[in-house]
């Protein structure tokens, strides 16, 4: 797939744009991943600067929306353009499935972004890119992420270890026709 010529917006809900993670994203990028709630709840993925995030970019998002055509996307508020978060789908090399992942910074949670965009990004999945059942894996304490899976009537299946890590994770589902 040739990137040059894809447009980079994703998706767009009435508050929230969606769009492909650029370089020029990387300051932001930085930033989230070294938010205490990423490292705590997601784990630390070694990002100490900006040439780090903007290398994941490359090597990460980039390369999956080469590979599968869509990935973890930076989500904006319309009008503003201020960057919120990432929400996408992840195709992770140990689940069979297609994984919702989304993360927000502090200062944007409680607004219903993160359901607004993950909502938004079910309803892609199913409607543009065909998929049947979609995954999200959560750590079993971090609340707020599984009373939002909850809320997109995604349901715990069990608990999976990923790989090179110590500690097991909720793997939760959409059911095959998406609904609760």
């Known amino acids: 797939m040739n990137l040059q010529s894809q447009s980079s917006r994703v998706l ?31 784990g630390d993925r070694g990002i100490r600067s900006v040439e780090d995030a903007r290398n994941h970019i490359a ?9 599968f055509g869509f990935g973890l996307y930076l989500v904006e508020l319309k009008g503003t353009n201020a960057a ?12 069979a499935d297609v994984d919702l992942g989304f993360a927000f910074l502090a200062r944007h949670r409680g607004a219903g972004y993160a ?3 993950a909502s938004a990004t079910l309803d892609h999945a ?4 065909r998929l049947d059942r979609i995954v999200a894996i959560a ?4 609340l707020d992420s599984i009373r939002l899976l909850t809320k997109l009537y995604m349901k715990l299946e069990r608990m999976v270890k ?3 890590e110590t500690r097991e994770v909720g793997l939760f589902a959409t059911s095959r026709s998406f609904a609760g």
Do not use: V
């Open 126 to 129: 199913r409607s543009a890119l």
């Open 84 to 95: 919120l978060g990432i929400c996408g789908l992840i195709k992770r090399d140990w689940l």
């Open 162 to 164: 990923p790989p090179g």
């Open 59 to 67: 090597n990460g998002p980039r390369a999956m929306y080469a590979r």
């Open 12 to 42: 767009q809900t009435d508050r929230l744009a969606l769009r492909w993670l650029e370089a020029t994203d990387a300051g932001f990028l930085h930033e989230l991943m070294n938010d205490p709630d990423w490292l705590r709840y997601i």
């Open 115 to 117: 359901f607004e965009a």
């Open 139 to 142: 750590s079993p304490e971090n």
